[in-house]
Structures are given as structure tokens and as C-alpha cells.
T-cell receptor, first 115, second 112 residues
Framework: NAGVTQTPKFQVLKTGQSMTLQCAQDMNHNSMYWYRQDPGMGLRLIYYSASEGTTDKGEVPNGYNVSRLNKREFSLRLESAAPSQTSVYFC??????????????FGPGTRLTVT | GENVEQHPSTLSVQEGDSAVIKCTYSDSASNYFPWYKQELGKRPQLIIDIRSNVGEKKDQRIAVTLNKTAKHFSLHITETQPEDSAVYFCAASYDSWGKLQFGAGTQVVVTP
């Protein structure tokens, strides 16, 4: 039972290159999230998915796209990387119930550097 | 949208003393307030949470208090230990889909 896994752990890109960050969960939770973490700014939501096939923008979606093809996997794509996208990226998930928000479970993170 | 402010940004305490971190939020509809602890190089992990129908919650050395009227909530850590050194984040829910708005974080350093 791995919980939430992310690949790769580290990545260095040159400006303009593209890449996809992968996230998978075996917790059978409906909601999945992508955050970026920058020093002094906490965790900022990039995109959100309530269920398979649905996605929604968060606070900082520009420069990113996402895909939720099934319940387990939620990928984040950078089409043309920029130095401003240098950050640590976390995937998270949580159950979605009528009771409202619940604990979010985070993956180990991907440290991305864009030169 | 929701805005969450967290203070202080850094907190240095002597081992055995108490630590208090405060957060304010803007959306009166927020009803879920978790606290996460993040050790260096690790993922954030939930340490305690509280819902808006409760004023206080305790778990061993950790407690959270919520004042809905003033729209602020606080984390209290008693009898601090070196392993409490980490960055702590508060958060507040801001819609029915479970999204969270996080504070900027507090770096807590416990010195022996």
C-alpha cells in the first residue's frame, strides 16, 4: 500500500522544454490535487480534479495542464518550461463526501529546476 | 476567495516551552481547518484538524483552538521537543469540493 507516489523525484529542464509529472494513488479517493511549494509562500493549488475525467483550475494554473484519465492517476504537464516554474511540486488526494473537506494526503514531491 | 494569514513566520523556543502559531482566514463559510507539519525534504503531514462546529481539540501535546467570530485559529504545542522542529502550515477549506487555502508556514526551531 504505497499511498501516493510521484515520479520523477528530481528533474532539471532547460527553458522551453516540456515534461509530465506523474502521480498515482491506491487510496481509492475521488479528489486529487496538484500544488507547488515555493519558499515563504506555502502550498498553492495549481489544478484540482473531483473525479475521473473532470479537472478545475486552482490559484496558479498558468503554464500547466492536467489530465485525470482514471481514478488512480493525475498528471501535470508543463508544455514550455520557464524558470518561474522552478519549484517543488506535490500531488495530494482526499476523499470527497457530503460532509465537506477532509484531510489531504500528500505524495513525496518532485523537485523541478528550470534553467 | 479565501485568504489565510499565518504568524509568526519563524519561531524559536527552548525545549520544554510552549509554541503558539496563529492563523486568520477571510471566508466565513470555511468549515474545516487542518494543520500540517513538514520536516525538511519531506511531504506535509496532517497533525491535527478542527471543524467549525468545535471550539477546541487536543491530541496529546498538540491542541487547536478556533474562534469563528473573529475568524482565527491557533496551534498550541506544549512541552516542545527537538523533534517538533519543522515547518507548520495552517489551512482553511474554501469550497464544497474540499479545496484548501494554505498559510505561508511557520518555521519552528526547538533548541535543547
Amino acid at each position: 500500500n504505497a499511498g501516493v507516489t510521484q515520479t520523477p523525484k528530481f528533474q532539471v529542464l532547460k527553458t522551453g522544454q516540456s515534461m509530465t509529472l506523474q502521480c498515482a494513488q491506491d487510496m481509492n479517493h475521488n479528489s486529487m490535487y496538484w500544488y507547488r511549494q515555493d519558499p515563504g509562500m506555502g502550498l498553492r493549488l495549481i489544478y484540482y480534479s473531483a473525479s475521473e475525467g473532470t479537472t478545475d483550475k486552482g490559484e496558479v494554473p498558468n503554464g500547466y495542464n492536467v489530465s485525470r484519465l482514471n481514478k488512480r492517476e493525475f498528471s501535470l504537464r508543463l508544455e514550455s518550461a520557464a524558470p518561474s516554474q522552478t519549484s517543488v511540486y506535490f500531488c495530494a488526494n482526499s476523499p470527497l463526501t457530503s460532509g465537506g473537506a477532509h484531510e489531504q494526503y500528500f505524495g513525496p514531491g518532485t523537485r523541478l529546476t528550470v534553467t | 476567495g479565501e485568504n489565510v494569514e499565518q504568524h509568526p513566520s519563524t519561531l524559536s523556543v527552548q525545549e520544554g516551552d510552549s509554541a503558539v502559531i496563529k492563523c486568520t482566514y477571510s471566508d466565513s463559510a470555511s468549515n474545516y481547518f487542518p494543520w500540517y507539519k513538514q520536516e525538511l525534504g519531506k511531504r506535509p503531514q496532517l497533525i491535527i484538524d478542527i471543524r467549525s462546529n468545535v471550539g477546541e481539540k487536543k491530541d496529546q501535546r498538540i491542541a487547536v483552538t478556533l474562534n469563528k467570530t473573529a475568524k482565527h485559529f491557533s496551534l498550541h504545542i506544549t512541552e516542545t521537543q527537538p523533534e517538533d522542529s519543522a515547518v507548520y502550515f495552517c489551512a482553511a477549506s474554501y469550497d464544497s469540493w474540499g479545496k484548501l487555502q494554505f498559510g505561508a508556514g511557520t518555521q519552528v526551531v526547538v533548541t535543547p
